[in-house]
């Protein structure tokens, strides 16, 4: 009796409502990265961050026709092909993302942010990141997504693991992102 109590006042309880979010998927769908090794501006920097044609980082900056964001990446000169199975994996690991960021979405407002006015449309903006910094440089590389609308950023790691890229949410890479 008590359990059926429960799921009466679940569907009435006006803590228990969904606020659905679609957040984009597919923004590397379409990205050919060889294209763009040979394309897209390129600048050559140095451990200290200065601009510098003999040095051995170089930065990759996406062009603005490529989505609806400025994406960097960085990585060692010479090393594109050790990154290239990463890159392609990006949309993936990105779609993977998303939906983990809607999962979290899915919860509902706390009573305290409803009297804040936190609506369901200022929380979508705060679950709205997108990928700016890929840093292949770094060990272990890390993809960096950051939010406009609320200056807020996060990380992502990977390393690979039996030849095969993975994506993890903390530096230890200890925590599989599910894709």
Known sequence: MFHIFKQLFRKISPNSQEYGISLPRNRFENLDFERVLKCESRRFFNEGGLYDESAKIMELEFSEGFGEFEFLIYFKTGEEKQFEQLIASLNDF????QSSLEREFQNSIPQNKKKLNNSRERREKFFYFHPWILSCEE????LRYVADNVNDEFTVYFSKNQGRWQAYWDL????LIQE
């Open 94 to 97: 990105d779609n993977a993302i």
């Open 172 to 175: 230890d890479c200890q925590k």
């Open 139 to 142: 060990a272990p590389p890390s």
